[in-house]
Protein backbone atom coordinates (compact mmCIF):
# COMPACT_ATOMS: atom_id res chain seq x y z
CA UNK A 1 0.00 0.00 0.00
CA UNK A 2 1.14 3.52 -1.24
CA UNK A 3 2.05 6.08 2.14
CA UNK A 4 1.18 9.13 0.65
CA UNK A 5 3.01 12.56 2.78
CA UNK A 6 0.68 15.60 3.55
CA UNK A 7 2.02 17.35 0.54
CA UNK A 8 1.10 14.43 -1.83
CA UNK A 9 -2.09 14.09 -0.58
CA UNK A 10 -3.22 17.65 -0.76
CA UNK A 11 -1.70 17.92 -4.09
CA UNK A 12 -4.10 14.91 -5.52
CA UNK A 13 -7.00 17.20 -4.15
CA UNK A 14 -5.32 19.69 -6.54
CA UNK A 15 -5.53 17.31 -8.73
CA UNK A 16 -9.22 16.37 -8.63
CA UNK A 17 -10.35 20.26 -8.03
CA UNK A 18 -8.73 21.20 -11.69
CA UNK A 19 -10.89 18.40 -12.60
CA UNK A 20 -14.19 19.23 -11.03
CA UNK A 21 -13.25 22.95 -12.83
CA UNK A 22 -13.24 21.41 -16.16
CA UNK A 23 -9.53 21.72 -17.05
CA UNK A 24 -7.91 18.28 -17.33
CA UNK A 25 -4.53 18.45 -15.26
CA UNK A 26 -2.77 16.58 -18.84
CA UNK A 27 -4.27 17.58 -21.62
CA UNK A 28 -3.53 15.42 -25.20
CA UNK A 29 -3.50 18.23 -27.88
CA UNK A 30 0.41 19.43 -28.20
CA UNK A 31 1.30 22.93 -27.01
CA UNK A 32 3.02 25.18 -29.48
CA UNK A 33 6.92 26.20 -28.36
CA UNK A 34 9.07 29.01 -30.91
CA UNK A 35 11.41 30.01 -28.47
CA UNK A 36 13.36 28.81 -25.57
CA UNK A 37 14.49 30.30 -22.35
CA UNK A 38 18.27 30.24 -23.60
CA UNK A 39 16.97 32.12 -26.68
CA UNK A 40 15.06 34.98 -24.83
CA UNK A 41 18.43 35.46 -22.62
CA UNK A 42 20.96 35.73 -25.42
CA UNK A 43 18.96 37.52 -28.14
CA UNK A 44 16.61 39.61 -26.57
CA UNK A 45 18.82 42.55 -26.19
CA UNK A 46 19.30 42.59 -29.84
CA UNK A 47 16.15 42.01 -31.07
CA UNK A 48 13.69 43.28 -29.36
CA UNK A 49 11.08 43.18 -32.03
CA UNK A 50 11.20 39.55 -32.43
CA UNK A 51 10.03 38.39 -29.12
CA UNK A 52 6.69 40.33 -28.85
CA UNK A 53 3.97 37.01 -30.01
CA UNK A 54 6.02 34.06 -28.20
CA UNK A 55 4.83 30.78 -27.04
CA UNK A 56 6.90 28.58 -24.51
CA UNK A 57 6.27 25.58 -21.86
CA UNK A 58 8.38 24.60 -19.05
CA UNK A 59 8.13 23.31 -15.34
CA UNK A 60 7.08 25.99 -12.62
CA UNK A 61 10.06 26.23 -10.20
CA UNK A 62 9.39 29.87 -8.19
CA UNK A 63 6.28 31.76 -7.26
CA UNK A 64 5.54 35.55 -5.95
CA UNK A 65 2.40 35.77 -5.11
CA UNK A 66 1.29 39.68 -4.86
CA UNK A 67 -2.44 39.49 -4.59
CA UNK A 68 -3.67 40.65 -8.66
CA UNK A 69 -0.04 39.85 -9.83
CA UNK A 70 2.69 37.56 -9.78
CA UNK A 71 6.04 36.72 -10.64
CA UNK A 72 7.44 33.23 -11.37
CA UNK A 73 9.71 31.37 -12.76
CA UNK A 74 9.44 28.48 -15.46
CA UNK A 75 12.23 26.09 -16.65
CA UNK A 76 12.08 24.57 -20.05
CA UNK A 77 15.54 22.61 -21.13
CA UNK A 78 17.76 25.07 -22.13
CA UNK A 79 17.23 26.91 -18.49
CA UNK A 80 14.86 29.30 -16.31
CA UNK A 81 12.78 32.35 -16.93
CA UNK A 82 10.91 34.93 -14.90
CA UNK A 83 7.21 35.38 -15.79
CA UNK A 84 4.94 37.79 -15.00
CA UNK A 85 1.72 36.91 -14.75
CA UNK A 86 -1.25 39.49 -13.97
CA UNK A 87 -5.27 38.61 -13.24
CA UNK A 88 -7.24 40.60 -15.82
CA UNK A 89 -4.61 39.53 -18.66
CA UNK A 90 -4.97 35.68 -18.45
CA UNK A 91 -8.63 36.26 -17.00
CA UNK A 92 -10.00 39.19 -19.42
CA UNK A 93 -13.36 38.35 -18.99
CA UNK A 94 -15.70 38.30 -15.35
CA UNK A 95 -14.41 34.53 -14.43
CA UNK A 96 -11.23 35.24 -12.67
CA UNK A 97 -10.21 31.35 -12.10
CA UNK A 98 -7.65 30.86 -14.12
CA UNK A 99 -5.77 33.27 -11.68
CA UNK A 100 -6.99 33.44 -8.41
CA UNK A 101 -7.71 29.69 -8.22
CA UNK A 102 -5.62 27.92 -10.45
CA UNK A 103 -2.84 29.79 -10.63
CA UNK A 104 -2.70 30.68 -7.08
CA UNK A 105 -4.45 28.19 -5.16
CA UNK A 106 -4.02 24.54 -7.27
CA UNK A 107 -0.87 25.05 -9.36
CA UNK A 108 2.21 24.49 -7.42
CA UNK A 109 6.24 24.05 -7.76
CA UNK A 110 7.24 21.21 -10.36
CA UNK A 111 3.96 21.33 -12.44
CA UNK A 112 4.20 21.90 -15.98
CA UNK A 113 2.59 25.26 -17.52
CA UNK A 114 2.34 26.50 -21.01
CA UNK A 115 2.23 30.12 -21.68
CA UNK A 116 1.88 32.78 -24.36
CA UNK A 117 3.11 36.44 -24.29
CA UNK A 118 5.52 38.80 -24.77
CA UNK A 119 8.99 39.43 -23.35
CA UNK A 120 9.52 43.09 -21.72
CA UNK A 121 12.56 44.15 -19.03
CA UNK A 122 11.32 44.72 -15.52
CA UNK A 123 12.54 48.00 -13.28
CA UNK A 124 15.49 45.72 -11.82
CA UNK A 125 16.83 45.19 -15.42
CA UNK A 126 15.52 41.33 -15.33
CA UNK A 127 14.46 40.18 -18.85
CA UNK A 128 10.45 38.38 -18.03
CA UNK A 129 7.88 37.28 -20.20
CA UNK A 130 4.31 39.19 -19.57
CA UNK A 131 1.95 36.39 -19.71
CA UNK A 132 -1.13 36.90 -21.79
CA UNK A 133 -2.05 33.35 -21.85
CA UNK A 134 -1.60 30.28 -19.80
CA UNK A 135 -2.40 26.60 -19.70
CA UNK A 136 -2.00 23.65 -17.58
CA UNK A 137 0.03 20.88 -19.12
CA UNK A 138 0.85 18.53 -16.22
CA UNK A 139 0.04 18.23 -12.24
CA UNK A 140 3.23 16.91 -10.57
CA UNK A 141 1.71 15.23 -7.96
CA UNK A 142 4.84 14.47 -5.53
CA UNK A 143 6.43 17.69 -4.56
CA UNK A 144 10.44 18.53 -5.97
CA UNK A 145 13.13 18.65 -3.26
CA UNK A 146 13.53 22.38 -2.44
CA UNK A 147 16.99 23.83 -3.58
CA UNK A 148 17.60 27.14 -1.90
CA UNK A 149 19.77 29.56 -4.13
CA UNK A 150 21.35 32.57 -2.96
CA UNK A 151 21.74 35.93 -5.55
CA UNK A 152 25.44 34.84 -6.46
CA UNK A 153 23.42 30.90 -7.27
CA UNK A 154 25.17 29.41 -4.12
CA UNK A 155 22.96 26.84 -3.13
CA UNK A 156 21.75 25.51 0.00
CA UNK A 157 19.99 22.64 1.31
CA UNK A 158 20.67 20.92 -2.07
CA UNK A 159 19.67 17.46 -3.65
CA UNK A 160 22.93 16.25 -3.03
CA UNK A 161 22.56 12.56 -2.20
CA UNK A 162 24.39 10.68 -4.58
CA UNK A 163 22.09 7.55 -3.97
CA UNK A 164 19.00 9.55 -4.40
CA UNK A 165 20.47 11.36 -7.12
CA UNK A 166 21.25 8.43 -9.43
CA UNK A 167 18.37 6.72 -8.33
CA UNK A 168 15.87 9.32 -8.78
CA UNK A 169 17.82 11.05 -12.00
CA UNK A 170 14.69 12.59 -13.28
CA UNK A 171 14.68 14.50 -9.97
CA UNK A 172 18.14 15.33 -9.97
CA UNK A 173 18.05 16.84 -13.44
CA UNK A 174 15.16 19.12 -13.01
CA UNK A 175 16.53 20.72 -9.37
CA UNK A 176 20.26 20.52 -10.52
CA UNK A 177 20.07 21.68 -14.12
CA UNK A 178 23.48 22.25 -14.55
CA UNK A 179 23.75 18.23 -13.91
CA UNK A 180 22.85 18.16 -18.11
CA UNK A 181 25.79 19.35 -19.30
CA UNK A 182 27.84 16.53 -18.63
CA UNK A 183 25.31 14.35 -20.79
CA UNK A 184 25.41 16.81 -23.15
CA UNK A 185 29.23 16.73 -23.55
CA UNK A 186 28.92 12.87 -23.47
CA UNK A 187 26.59 13.25 -26.63
CA UNK A 188 29.21 15.57 -28.17
CA UNK A 189 32.06 13.19 -27.86
CA UNK A 190 30.19 10.75 -29.50
CA UNK A 191 28.94 13.03 -32.35
CA UNK A 192 32.59 14.18 -33.21
CA UNK A 193 33.58 11.01 -33.27
CA UNK A 194 31.27 9.32 -35.57
CA UNK A 195 31.67 12.20 -37.74
CA UNK A 196 35.37 12.04 -37.71
CA UNK A 197 34.60 8.31 -38.71
CA UNK A 198 32.16 8.90 -41.26
CA UNK A 199 34.67 11.41 -42.84
CA UNK A 200 37.55 8.94 -43.34
CA UNK A 201 35.03 6.42 -45.25
CA UNK A 202 34.43 3.66 -41.97
CA UNK A 203 31.25 2.36 -41.86
CA UNK A 204 28.74 2.29 -38.49
CA UNK A 205 27.48 -0.89 -37.63
CA UNK A 206 25.48 -3.06 -35.20
CA UNK A 207 26.23 -6.80 -33.88
CA UNK A 208 24.76 -9.13 -31.44
CA UNK A 209 24.32 -8.13 -28.01
CA UNK A 210 22.95 -11.69 -26.76
CA UNK A 211 25.88 -13.71 -28.12
CA UNK A 212 26.15 -17.83 -27.52
CA UNK A 213 30.09 -17.69 -27.09
CA UNK A 214 31.20 -14.74 -24.93
CA UNK A 215 34.84 -13.35 -26.83
CA UNK A 216 36.91 -10.70 -27.24
CA UNK A 217 38.30 -9.99 -23.54
CA UNK A 218 38.85 -11.46 -20.55
CA UNK A 219 36.00 -10.78 -18.27
CA UNK A 220 33.32 -12.78 -16.75
CA UNK A 221 29.67 -12.21 -18.63
CA UNK A 222 26.22 -12.48 -17.38
CA UNK A 223 24.50 -15.83 -18.81
CA UNK A 224 21.00 -16.17 -20.00
CA UNK A 225 18.80 -18.85 -21.92
CA UNK A 226 16.70 -18.56 -24.85
CA UNK A 227 13.60 -20.59 -24.14
CA UNK A 228 12.51 -21.11 -28.03
CA UNK A 229 16.48 -22.47 -28.82
CA UNK A 230 16.77 -23.66 -25.37
CA UNK A 231 20.13 -22.82 -25.57
CA UNK A 232 22.29 -20.44 -23.27
CA UNK A 233 23.81 -16.84 -24.22
CA UNK A 234 25.41 -14.29 -22.99
CA UNK A 235 25.45 -10.89 -22.66
CA UNK A 236 27.97 -9.56 -24.96
CA UNK A 237 31.23 -8.61 -23.20
CA UNK A 238 32.78 -7.30 -26.35
CA UNK A 239 31.86 -7.19 -30.00
CA UNK A 240 35.44 -7.23 -31.24
CA UNK A 241 34.79 -10.73 -32.78
CA UNK A 242 31.71 -10.09 -34.56
CA UNK A 243 33.56 -6.61 -36.21
CA UNK A 244 36.02 -8.91 -37.60
CA UNK A 245 34.23 -11.03 -39.14
CA UNK A 246 32.81 -8.19 -41.02
CA UNK A 247 36.33 -7.14 -42.32
CA UNK A 248 36.52 -10.51 -43.43
CA UNK A 249 33.74 -10.15 -45.07
CA UNK A 250 35.40 -7.47 -46.89
CA UNK A 251 34.71 -3.98 -45.20
CA UNK A 252 37.95 -2.04 -44.99
CA UNK A 253 36.47 -0.58 -41.94
CA UNK A 254 33.66 -0.48 -39.52
CA UNK A 255 33.10 0.92 -36.16
CA UNK A 256 30.20 0.46 -33.38
CA UNK A 257 29.43 2.11 -30.42
CA UNK A 258 27.53 0.05 -28.12
CA UNK A 259 27.00 -1.68 -24.61
CA UNK A 260 28.82 -4.11 -23.31
CA UNK A 261 28.10 -5.86 -19.83
CA UNK A 262 30.74 -7.60 -17.39
CA UNK A 263 29.48 -9.56 -14.51
CA UNK A 264 31.83 -8.07 -11.92
CA UNK A 265 32.65 -5.70 -9.22
CA UNK A 266 31.39 -2.26 -9.36
CA UNK A 267 33.60 1.03 -8.09
CA UNK A 268 34.32 4.54 -9.12
CA UNK A 269 35.54 3.71 -12.62
CA UNK A 270 33.46 0.20 -13.36
CA UNK A 271 29.85 -0.16 -13.49
CA UNK A 272 28.37 -3.86 -15.13
CA UNK A 273 27.14 -2.28 -18.18
CA UNK A 274 29.13 0.46 -19.72
CA UNK A 275 29.22 2.15 -23.43
CA UNK A 276 32.19 1.27 -25.73
CA UNK A 277 33.18 2.52 -29.25
CA UNK A 278 35.46 -0.14 -30.77
CA UNK A 279 36.96 -0.27 -34.54
CA UNK A 280 38.60 -2.13 -37.11
CA UNK A 281 40.37 -0.85 -40.15
CA UNK A 282 41.94 -3.47 -42.66
CA UNK A 283 45.68 -2.73 -43.71
CA UNK A 284 46.85 -0.97 -40.63
CA UNK A 285 48.67 -1.87 -37.40
CA UNK A 286 49.00 -0.61 -34.08
CA UNK A 287 51.58 1.96 -35.06
CA UNK A 288 49.24 3.52 -37.23
CA UNK A 289 45.93 3.41 -34.68
CA UNK A 290 48.32 5.26 -32.23
CA UNK A 291 48.99 8.36 -34.59
CA UNK A 292 44.80 8.02 -35.61
CA UNK A 293 44.04 7.93 -31.31
CA UNK A 294 46.15 11.15 -30.78
CA UNK A 295 44.39 12.90 -33.97
CA UNK A 296 41.04 11.68 -32.57
CA UNK A 297 41.21 12.90 -29.59
CA UNK A 298 42.76 15.90 -30.16
CA UNK A 299 39.76 16.61 -32.29
CA UNK A 300 37.48 15.13 -29.19
CA UNK A 301 38.69 18.02 -26.71
CA UNK A 302 38.71 21.07 -29.06
CA UNK A 303 35.29 20.04 -29.79
CA UNK A 304 34.34 20.10 -26.16
CA UNK A 305 36.71 22.86 -24.50
CA UNK A 306 38.27 25.01 -27.67
CA UNK A 307 41.69 23.80 -26.74
CA UNK A 308 43.50 20.37 -26.25
CA UNK A 309 44.12 20.80 -22.86
CA UNK A 310 41.77 19.67 -19.47
CA UNK A 311 41.29 20.16 -16.29
CA UNK A 312 41.02 17.07 -14.13
CA UNK A 313 41.01 17.33 -10.41
CA UNK A 314 44.24 18.34 -9.53
CA UNK A 315 45.80 17.72 -13.14
CA UNK A 316 45.83 19.34 -16.65
CA UNK A 317 45.96 16.85 -18.85
CA UNK A 318 46.32 17.86 -22.76
CA UNK A 319 45.50 15.76 -25.31
CA UNK A 320 47.76 17.04 -27.91
CA UNK A 321 50.29 14.20 -29.33
CA UNK A 322 52.21 13.15 -29.75
CA UNK A 323 51.51 10.53 -26.32
CA UNK A 324 54.45 9.24 -24.61
CA UNK A 325 55.54 5.19 -25.08
CA UNK A 326 56.59 2.95 -22.21
CA UNK A 327 56.75 -0.67 -22.76
CA UNK A 328 54.87 -2.79 -20.37
CA UNK A 329 58.43 -4.15 -18.87
CA UNK A 330 59.83 -0.35 -18.80
CA UNK A 331 56.71 0.72 -16.98
CA UNK A 332 57.07 -1.75 -14.36
CA UNK A 333 60.68 -1.65 -14.46
CA UNK A 334 60.54 2.07 -14.00
CA UNK A 335 57.68 2.36 -11.50
CA UNK A 336 58.09 -1.11 -9.45
CA UNK A 337 61.53 -1.45 -9.64
CA UNK A 338 61.61 -4.63 -10.78
CA UNK A 339 62.13 -6.64 -14.04
CA UNK A 340 59.75 -9.16 -15.01
CA UNK A 341 60.33 -9.31 -18.95
CA UNK A 342 62.32 -12.92 -17.91
CA UNK A 343 60.48 -14.19 -14.95
CA UNK A 344 58.69 -17.52 -15.32
CA UNK A 345 55.10 -17.75 -13.20
CA UNK A 346 56.81 -19.20 -9.40
CA UNK A 347 59.06 -15.51 -9.53
CA UNK A 348 56.41 -13.58 -10.50
CA UNK A 349 54.32 -15.15 -7.72
CA UNK A 350 57.02 -14.58 -5.10
CA UNK A 351 57.37 -10.54 -6.61
CA UNK A 352 53.75 -10.13 -6.05
CA UNK A 353 54.01 -11.51 -2.44
CA UNK A 354 57.54 -9.14 -1.96
CA UNK A 355 55.23 -6.12 -3.32
CA UNK A 356 52.21 -7.24 -1.08
CA UNK A 357 49.94 -7.77 -4.34
CA UNK A 358 47.07 -10.36 -3.58
CA UNK A 359 46.87 -12.80 -6.30
CA UNK A 360 44.89 -16.51 -6.29
CA UNK A 361 46.09 -20.08 -7.89
CA UNK A 362 43.95 -19.54 -11.10
CA UNK A 363 46.10 -16.68 -12.27
CA UNK A 364 48.47 -17.23 -14.83
CA UNK A 365 51.76 -15.69 -16.23
CA UNK A 366 49.64 -12.48 -17.99
CA UNK A 367 47.81 -11.84 -15.34
CA UNK A 368 50.28 -11.86 -12.22
CA UNK A 369 51.96 -9.21 -14.73
CA UNK A 370 48.71 -7.53 -15.07
CA UNK A 371 48.16 -7.19 -11.20
CA UNK A 372 51.78 -5.78 -10.61
CA UNK A 373 51.39 -3.39 -13.82
CA UNK A 374 47.94 -2.22 -12.20
CA UNK A 375 48.94 -2.18 -8.48
CA UNK A 376 52.69 -0.54 -8.88
CA UNK A 377 52.11 1.62 -12.26
CA UNK A 378 48.61 2.69 -13.59
CA UNK A 379 48.52 5.39 -10.92
CA UNK A 380 51.72 7.32 -12.25
CA UNK A 381 50.17 7.58 -15.74
CA UNK A 382 48.94 10.99 -15.63
CA UNK A 383 49.54 12.64 -19.08
CA UNK A 384 48.25 10.53 -21.87
CA UNK A 385 50.25 7.46 -22.35
CA UNK A 386 50.91 4.35 -24.35
CA UNK A 387 52.05 1.25 -22.41
CA UNK A 388 53.17 -0.74 -25.66
CA UNK A 389 54.07 -4.37 -25.78
CA UNK A 390 52.40 -6.61 -23.97
CA UNK A 391 52.99 -10.36 -22.98
CA UNK A 392 51.59 -12.70 -24.99
CA UNK A 393 49.82 -13.98 -22.23
CA UNK A 394 48.30 -11.04 -21.38
CA UNK A 395 46.42 -10.97 -25.04
CA UNK A 396 45.01 -13.79 -26.63
CA UNK A 397 43.77 -11.84 -30.09
CA UNK A 398 46.52 -9.45 -30.82
CA UNK A 399 49.17 -10.42 -33.31
CA UNK A 400 52.91 -11.34 -32.20
CA UNK A 401 56.03 -8.65 -32.20
CA UNK A 402 57.16 -8.15 -35.06
CA UNK A 403 60.95 -8.71 -33.55
CA UNK A 404 60.39 -9.07 -29.92
CA UNK A 405 59.93 -12.88 -28.97
CA UNK A 406 56.88 -13.71 -26.59
CA UNK A 407 55.22 -9.96 -26.99
CA UNK A 408 52.09 -9.10 -29.08
CA UNK A 409 51.77 -5.84 -30.62
CA UNK A 410 49.10 -4.03 -28.38
CA UNK A 411 49.10 -1.01 -26.70
CA UNK A 412 47.05 0.86 -23.75
CA UNK A 413 46.18 4.38 -23.52
CA UNK A 414 46.44 5.54 -19.65
CA UNK A 415 45.43 9.51 -18.75
CA UNK A 416 45.11 10.12 -15.22
CA UNK A 417 45.60 6.83 -14.14
CA UNK A 418 43.21 4.94 -16.04
CA UNK A 419 43.30 3.07 -19.11
CA UNK A 420 40.84 4.54 -21.55
CA UNK A 421 41.49 2.96 -25.01
CA UNK A 422 43.11 -0.91 -25.59
CA UNK A 423 44.45 -1.50 -29.74
CA UNK A 424 45.91 -4.09 -31.37
CA UNK A 425 47.79 -5.30 -34.92
CA UNK A 426 45.10 -7.95 -34.54
CA UNK A 427 46.09 -11.87 -34.93
CA UNK A 428 45.27 -13.08 -38.17
CA UNK A 429 46.43 -16.43 -38.11
CA UNK A 430 44.07 -19.10 -37.78
CA UNK A 431 46.50 -21.79 -36.48
CA UNK A 432 48.11 -19.26 -33.79
CA UNK A 433 44.50 -17.88 -32.98
CA UNK A 434 43.49 -21.57 -31.81
CA UNK A 435 46.58 -22.43 -29.96
CA UNK A 436 45.98 -19.37 -27.73
CA UNK A 437 41.97 -19.63 -27.19
CA UNK A 438 43.49 -23.53 -26.33
CA UNK A 439 45.62 -21.54 -23.38
CA UNK A 440 42.68 -20.00 -22.40
CA UNK A 441 40.60 -23.15 -22.21
CA UNK A 442 43.75 -24.37 -19.36
CA UNK A 443 43.27 -21.19 -17.48
CA UNK A 444 39.87 -21.69 -17.44
CA UNK A 445 40.51 -25.52 -16.15
CA UNK A 446 42.30 -23.84 -13.44
CA UNK A 447 39.34 -21.68 -12.50
CA UNK A 448 39.92 -18.23 -13.95
CA UNK A 449 36.50 -16.98 -14.88
CA UNK A 450 37.59 -14.24 -16.97
CA UNK A 451 39.16 -16.64 -19.65
CA UNK A 452 37.87 -16.46 -23.18
CA UNK A 453 35.79 -19.21 -24.57
CA UNK A 454 36.78 -20.95 -27.38
CA UNK A 455 34.69 -19.66 -30.68
CA UNK A 456 35.19 -22.10 -33.39
CA UNK A 457 32.82 -19.85 -36.02
CA UNK A 458 35.56 -16.90 -35.44
CA UNK A 459 38.44 -19.65 -36.07
CA UNK A 460 36.69 -20.67 -39.57
CA UNK A 461 36.20 -17.12 -40.51
CA UNK A 462 39.95 -16.34 -40.32
CA UNK A 463 40.21 -19.56 -42.04
CA UNK A 464 38.63 -17.89 -44.86
CA UNK A 465 41.46 -15.23 -44.55
CA UNK A 466 41.30 -11.88 -42.81
CA UNK A 467 43.54 -8.49 -43.76
CA UNK A 468 45.90 -7.06 -42.16
CA UNK A 469 43.75 -5.20 -39.70
CA UNK A 470 44.37 -2.85 -36.31
CA UNK A 471 41.77 -2.47 -34.27
CA UNK A 472 40.83 -0.20 -31.26
CA UNK A 473 37.98 0.16 -28.16
CA UNK A 474 37.67 3.21 -26.26
CA UNK A 475 35.53 3.38 -23.02
CA UNK A 476 32.98 6.26 -23.68
CA UNK A 477 32.25 6.27 -20.08
CA UNK A 478 35.88 6.89 -18.88
CA UNK A 479 36.65 9.21 -21.54
CA UNK A 480 33.61 11.26 -20.77
CA UNK A 481 34.92 11.31 -16.87
CA UNK A 482 37.84 12.73 -18.58
CA UNK A 483 36.29 15.86 -20.51
CA UNK A 484 33.51 16.57 -17.96
CA UNK A 485 36.05 16.69 -14.55
CA UNK A 486 34.13 13.73 -12.99
CA UNK A 487 35.65 11.34 -10.78
CA UNK A 488 32.92 8.58 -10.53
CA UNK A 489 31.81 6.12 -13.80
CA UNK A 490 27.92 6.89 -11.95
CA UNK A 491 27.99 10.76 -12.43
CA UNK A 492 28.77 10.39 -16.38
CA UNK A 493 25.89 7.42 -16.58
CA UNK A 494 21.97 8.29 -16.87
CA UNK A 495 20.94 5.53 -15.07
CA UNK A 496 24.05 3.71 -13.17
CA UNK A 497 23.02 0.06 -11.95
CA UNK A 498 22.24 0.34 -8.19
CA UNK A 499 21.00 -2.30 -5.11
CA UNK A 500 17.23 -2.89 -4.70
CA UNK A 501 15.69 0.44 -2.88
CA UNK A 502 15.01 -0.86 0.99
CA UNK A 503 10.94 -1.37 0.99
CA UNK A 504 9.42 0.95 3.78
CA UNK A 505 7.28 -0.96 6.23
CA UNK A 506 4.53 -0.64 8.35
CA UNK A 507 5.53 -0.28 12.32
CA UNK A 508 3.42 -1.43 15.03
CA UNK A 509 3.44 1.16 17.46
CA UNK A 510 5.63 0.04 20.02
CA UNK A 511 8.11 -0.21 16.97
CA UNK A 512 7.20 3.53 16.33
CA UNK A 513 7.83 4.32 19.73
CA UNK A 514 11.99 2.18 19.20
CA UNK A 515 12.37 4.29 16.02
CA UNK A 516 11.55 7.53 17.47
CA UNK A 517 13.73 7.28 20.40
CA UNK A 518 16.55 5.85 18.05
CA UNK A 519 16.11 8.72 15.21
CA UNK A 520 16.55 11.27 17.88
CA UNK A 521 19.25 10.01 20.16
CA UNK A 522 22.74 8.08 20.02
CA UNK A 523 22.01 5.64 22.77
CA UNK A 524 25.07 4.56 24.55
CA UNK A 525 23.11 1.41 25.99
CA UNK A 526 20.39 -0.22 24.03
CA UNK A 527 18.61 -1.15 27.41
CA UNK A 528 18.53 2.33 28.61
CA UNK A 529 16.45 3.08 25.04
CA UNK A 530 13.95 -0.07 26.28
CA UNK A 531 13.38 1.23 29.40
CA UNK A 532 12.33 4.13 27.93
CA UNK A 533 10.24 3.02 25.60
CA UNK A 534 8.56 0.83 28.83
CA UNK A 535 9.70 -1.92 26.80
CA UNK A 536 12.23 -3.52 28.92
CA UNK A 537 10.20 -7.10 29.44
CA UNK A 538 9.61 -7.30 25.72
CA UNK A 539 12.37 -9.43 23.19
CA UNK A 540 13.95 -6.91 20.66
CA UNK A 541 16.82 -7.74 18.69
CA UNK A 542 17.56 -3.45 17.30
CA UNK A 543 20.64 -3.42 14.46
CA UNK A 544 21.81 0.41 14.77
CA UNK A 545 23.80 -0.06 11.44
CA UNK A 546 24.96 3.50 10.86
CA UNK A 547 23.58 4.92 14.07
CA UNK A 548 26.69 7.05 14.54
CA UNK A 549 25.04 10.88 15.11
CA UNK A 550 22.07 12.80 14.76
CA UNK A 551 20.10 12.51 11.57
CA UNK A 552 17.07 10.76 10.55
CA UNK A 553 17.06 7.13 10.79
CA UNK A 554 14.98 4.60 8.01
CA UNK A 555 14.03 1.61 9.56
CA UNK A 556 13.30 -1.65 7.96
CA UNK A 557 11.99 -4.75 9.56
CA UNK A 558 13.35 -8.60 9.24
CA UNK A 559 11.51 -10.43 11.54
CA UNK A 560 11.92 -9.94 14.62
CA UNK A 561 14.55 -7.79 14.04
CA UNK A 562 14.10 -4.09 13.94
CA UNK A 563 17.18 -2.62 11.57
CA UNK A 564 17.63 1.00 11.43
CA UNK A 565 19.66 3.24 9.12
CA UNK A 566 21.09 6.90 9.87
CA UNK A 567 20.97 8.81 6.93
CA UNK A 568 22.45 12.99 7.25
Avoid at 267 to 280: A, G, V
Wanted: one cysteine or more.
Amino acid sequence: MQVLSEQEIERRKDREELMRLGINPYPAEAFPINVTAEDIHRNYENRKNDYKNISIAGRLMSRRIMGSASFAEIQDSTGRLQIYVRRDDICPEEDKTLYNTVFKKLLGIGDFIGVKGYIFTTQTGEISLHVTELKVLSKAVKPLPVVKRDEEGNVYDGFTDPELRYRQRYVDLTVNPEIKQTFITRSKIISTMRRYFDDHGWLEVETPILQAVHGGAAARPFQTHHNTLDMPLFLRIANELYLKRLIVGGFDGVYEFGKMFRNEGMDRTHNPEFTSMEIYVAYKDYVWMMEMVEELLEQVTIAIHGDTKVKVGENEIDFAGPYRRLTMFDSIKEYAGVDVSQMNEAELREVCKKLAIEVDDSMGKGKLIDEIFGAKVEAHLIQPTYIIDYPIEMTPLAKKHRTEAGLVERFELFVNGKEIANAYSELNDPIDQRERFEDQLKLAERGDDEAMAMDEDFLRALEYGMPPTSGLGIGIDRLTMLMTNNSTIQEVLFFPQMRPEKKAVELTEEEKIIFDLLSKNHPANLLEVKEQAGLSNKKWDVSMKGLTKKGVAKVTKEGDTLIVDLVD
